[in-house]
């Protein structure tokens, strides 16, 4: 799994405290470094729309089609994925859980598997089957990437329910990383997000008040 930062709103939080202070009409309050102290404002009061005025996107890469299927359900977000017509999987690449991983008789079953899956999308390419429909016979399990972008309410959104305790391994992992570049880069917008090292899932801060 890897997640890169591509892109984030040129001050977004300076940008996120114009616009909620278009709301309230308190511009002779803000001036340099206020941003931050508006922004948990917000968040305390739960004004969280204001959000939706910047936007970060990303690289999504070293995922399975497992994530993707579930990402892609999250439709406010603007996402390019490799295509499987396009782009030949002769020699695919694929993510096996450490669960799989480290059973061994459910590893022989996994690894033969996608050997013999393999052998079928080659053997349909060379029938002159197009990439299109050769896809039909490949797994969940085939490596792809993505670029998302959505804006940082939505961010908040698919880092609460993607990381919290509930949510597939693989899905999780990659918001805990989306969730730890956003705090390098708008740090006052995911303030109370927090992520507990004893189970590796995303909580609110006790502390935040």
């Known amino acids: 799994m890897k997640v890169e930062l591509l892109f984030v709103t040129p001050q977004a939080e300076k940008l996120i405290e114009t616009a909620g202070r278009t709301a309230y009409l308190s511009f002779e309050r803000q001036a340099e470094n206020t941003e931050k102290k508006f922004i948990k404002m917000l968040l305390l009061k ?19 089609r497992a994530f993707t299927h579930q990402f892609v359900r999250h439709r406010l977000c603007s996402l390019t994925q490799q295509s499987q017509r396009f782009v030949s999987e002769a020699n695919f690449a694929y993510i096996e859980p450490e669960t799989v991983k480290k059973n061994p008789e459910a590893h022989a079953i996994f690894v033969s598997l996608m050997a013999e899956v393999k052998k079928a999308y080659l053997a349909l390419q060379k029938l002159g089957i197009k990439n299109e429909d050769a896809r ?35 899905i999780r992992y990659v918001v805990l990383e989306i969730l730890r570049l956003l705090k390098q880069h708008t740090p006052a917008v995911f303030a109370d997000l927090i992520v507990d090292p004893a189970t590796m899932t995303v909580k609110k801060s006790a502390d935040f008040k």
Do not use: C, D
């Not at 004004?47 to 990303?58: D, G, L």
């Open 136 to 170: 039909f016979v490949l797994p969940n399990a085939v490596e792809t990437q993505l670029v998302v972008t959505a804006n940082l309410r939505e961010w908040r959104h698919i880092i609460e329910l993607r990381g919290g305790p509930s949510a597939q391994w693989e």
């Open 46 to 64: 739960g004004h969280h729309s204001v959000f939706e005025h910047a936007y970060a996107t990303f690289k999504i890469s070293r995922v399975s």
